[in-house]
């Protein structure tokens, strides 16, 4: 199957602080891309989507950056919150008829209170 | 939103024996559904790709006969692990798409073979 299967790297932030979690992706004919969080034994979560037209979307306390150039995604998250310790995935789809998602390798975040 | 549903939530067998995973559009048709698997502290691996009414799509290096996928309805695609051995331990989360748009995922299923 398809995947990054790596070992998850951490960041950790402190509770007010913003987030930065970043992701390198493989396909530069992939077109949308969605960031996921996930929860200890639980399925993913959507946050925010983008479509490879844009290059930057905002969301509630996120924002998701797109760089085609160097096949760079970026999620943001503002006035991080302990609520918001997860694992952030980044998952990109190419427009083929199967609509495929990919995930690439994750990262956990840790709030410190 | 859109409620996929995927049942059990946690299933231990003993090895040797099969295991049916359900996953369940609660609310829209999914003409595809997906399934991945996932290790511990890993990402999630596409497994295979669910087509209403037609067979299966799987990834490479997934095997078909292991890992039996039927989706039957425009609501429903199940996963059996035949045969299952303690490798075949695993976290299995399936995905549905609503139309041409977001995807949708079920809560997981926690397989442990014994």
């Known amino acids: 199957g398809e995947s990054v299967g790596l070992h998850l790297p951490t960041l950790s932030v402190q509770e007010g602080d913003n987030s930065i979690i970043n992701c390198a992706y493989s396909?530069?004919?992939?077109?949308?891309f969605i960031w996921y969080k996930q929860e200890s034994g639980k399925g993913p979560q959507f946050i925010i989507d983008?479509?490879?037209?844009?290059d930057k979307r905002q969301g509630q306390r996120v924002t998701v950056l797109l760089n085609k150039t160097v096949k760079h995604l970026s999620l943001q998250i503002a006035a991080t919150q302990p609520g918001d310790s997860a694992v952030y995935f980044c998952a990109e789809m190419g427009m083929d008829s199967s609509y495929k998602l990919i995930f690439g390798s994750g990262t956990r975040l840790l709030v410190r209170p | 939103g859109a409620v996929v549903s995927q049942h059990p939530s946690r299933v231990i067998c003993k090895s040797g024996t099969s295991v049916k995973i359900e996953c369940r559009s609660l609310d829209f048709q999914a003409t595809t559904m997906f399934w991945y698997r996932q290790f511990p502290k890993q990402s999630l691996m596409l497994m295979a790709t669910?087509?209403?009414?037609?067979?299966?799509?799987?990834e490479q290096g997934v095997e078909k006969d292991k890992f039996l996928i039927n989706h039957a309805s425009l609501t429903l695609s199940t996963l059996t692990v035949t045969s299952a051995h303690p490798e075949d331990s695993s976290f299995y989360i399936c995905?549905?798409?609503?139309?041409?748009?977001?995807?949708?995922f079920g809560q997981g299923t926690r397989l442990t073979v014994v």
């Open positions: 983008i479509r490879s037209n844009m």
């Open positions: 995905s549905a798409r609503r139309g041409g748009g977001e995807a949708f």
């Open positions: 669910s087509n209403e009414g037609s067979k299966a799509t799987y």
């Open positions: 396909n530069s004919a992939s077109d949308y």
